[in-house]
């Protein structure tokens, strides 16, 4: 848990989060509604920990992945009515299981003591996003909370890195746990932390970030390390 941030960094940082798999552990609901929606249709179950791995691209991608895991074709009609009833039955019981990681509440509140600017830069639809963060308590923390809907191209596009980042700051950071955060923030131009603990089909450590940490209250001291020559 961080103690003391440094204000001459953290007053003029903007900083964009993921949100499945680097705030929150969402995996049990969302595996939970894609597998009311592809039951129907003859699929076997997904396993939670297969979940992890197939997160990160959106709603579309990972009832997609799921049909393809199991050699089923899905027709561009079809995608798009289980993508809508994939949302209302996640959106019925959004936070039943999903939990936010460890140390994750005490970081976010001292960045945004020390004058940090947060956001949420997330494929998951915003609909979603909004109502999970309201009802985990996260809510307080994030000036933005941008969905692929609210960008012009979503990870790993620079774009939603830059409209979550906003303007204004002097230094920036992205702070996710697979390689849609990863290409984004490269693209963007943008420091990027991965954490080691989230949902990436690759190995974490090959994802190519500036830094990989294993708890989030090392986000604070890791960013800072990155920014520290450039205030010099």
């Not at 289980?82 to 999903?98: G, N």
Request: charge should be negative.
């Amino acid at each position: 848990m961080p103690h003391s941030l440094a204000p001459e960094l953290f007053s003029q940082a903007s900083i964009a989060f993921d949100l499945d798999g680097t705030l929150v552990d969402t995996a049990p609901d969302l595996v939970r509604a894609l597998n009311a929606v592809i039951r129907p249709r003859g699929l076997s179950d997904v396993l939670v920990d297969d979940v992890r791995a197939m997160v990160g691209r959106g709603a579309r991608a990972l009832i997609e992945r799921a049909h393809a895991r199991q050699g089923v074709a899905l027709e561009d009609e079809t995608a798009v009515a289980l993508v809508s009833e994939f949302i209302e039955v996640y959106k019925a019981d959004v936070a039943a299981e999903s939990r936010v990681f460890p140390e994750v509440e005490e970081t976010l509140a001292a960045m945004q003591q020390a004058g940090a600017s947060l956001s949420v830069c997330t494929n998951k639809p915003s609909v979603l996003s909004d109502l999970l963060l309201q009802k985990l308590g996260l809510s307080r923390y994030f000036d933005r909370v941008i969905g692929p809907e609210r960008t012009a191209a979503k990870k790993p596009a620079a774009d939603h890195v830059h409209d979550a980042l906003g303007q204004g700051h002097r230094y920036a950071g992205m702070v996710g746990d697979s390689a849609p955060d990863a290409d984004a923030a490269r693209a963007a131009g943008v420091p990027c932390l991965i954490m080691s603990y989230g949902y990436s089909e690759q190995p974490a450590g090959s994802l190519g970030a500036d830094r990989l940490i294993h708890e989030f209250s090392h986000v604070p001291e890791s960013l800072a390390a990155l920014w520290q020559p450039r205030s010099a």
